[in-house]
């Protein structure tokens, strides 16, 4: 595996992450009501984490590359959700990691 699949994988790995602590976050602080959309919300984090993290095991690039095009995806979703709450850190946070995932996987695409 080069130097592009290393790096596409690590930062998918560590949006994945720190999508899944922000999952763990919202069902600690979650009140009754919301506790089981935060149940699944969670449940779908810790899903995309084991995939994060079993792609590069597998040195298989398109595994690799479907890992980044998912959390690309996630991360721009929750720059919208965060826009929508009118909150700059959980819009931008997500735009920045969202765009240097892409570039990764850009980078990976072209040097496969």
């Known amino acids: 595996m080069g130097t592009a699949a290393w ?3 690590a930062i998918t790995i560590v949006s994945a992450l720190v999508s899944l602590g922000f999952s763990v976050a919202g069902l600690r602080a ?8 935060s149940e699944y919300a969670l449940a779908r ?3 995309l984490a084991l995939v994060a993290v079993i792609a590069p095991i597998t040195g298989d690039t398109g595994f690799i590359a ?3 095009v998912a ?7 929750d720059a919208v959700v965060g826009a929508r709450v009118a909150d700059r850190v959980r819009t931008f946070g997500p735009v920045v990691t969202a765009a240097v995932n ?3 996987l850009v980078w ?5």
Not at 71 to 77: F, W
Not at 108 to 112: G, M, N, R, T, W
Request: with cysteine; hydrophobic share 75%.
């Open 7 to 9: 790096v596409c994988s």
């Open 30 to 37: 979650a009140a009754a009501a919301g506790r089981v959309a």
């Open 45 to 47: 984090s810790i899903a």
């Open 66 to 68: 479907a890992a980044a």
């Open 71 to 77: 959390m690309i995806a996630v991360q721009g979703l």
């Open 102 to 104: 892409a570039v990764a």
């Open 108 to 112: 990976l695409v072209s040097a496969a």
